[in-house]
């Protein structure tokens, strides 16, 4: 069983920064790419980072240049930091990975950016 716990989220003002974490367990963590996405109220879920087992990151176009995703395989964890902030950037946020043909998220964390 697959399991994904995130944690991080809160109240920030614009221009502030936060990082998400994304405590991972079953045994799986290193072998797999892992995802960040989010979703706001009245849209769409979307895929804001994701990083492949070797590290390799790639960026939605909202979060470029203000968005770095990293991973800890010693601790089956992988990071979110968001910088600079934006209220177009409140949402919740999911982790997720695809394993053995199945789809597992987190419970979500709640960021949100407002003066």
């Known amino acids: 069983q697959v399991q994904l716990v995130e944690s991080g989220g809160g109240l920030v003002q614009p221009g502030g920064s936060l990082r998400l974490s994304c405590a991972t367990s079953?045994?799986?963590?290193?072998?797999?790419?892992m995802k960040w996405f989010r979703q706001a109220p009245g849209r769409q879920r979307e895929l804001v980072a994701s990083i492949t087992s070797t590290s390799w990151p790639y960026y939605a176009d909202s979060v470029k240049g203000r968005a770095t995703i990293s991973r800890d395989n010693r601790k089956d964890t992988v990071y979110l930091q968001m910088n600079s902030l934006k209220p177009e950037d409140t949402a919740v946020y999911y982790c997720y990975v695809f394993v053995r043909g199945r789809d597992y998220w987190g419970q979500g964390t709640q960021v949100t950016v407002s003066s």
């Open positions: 079953g045994d799986i963590f290193s072998a797999y790419s």
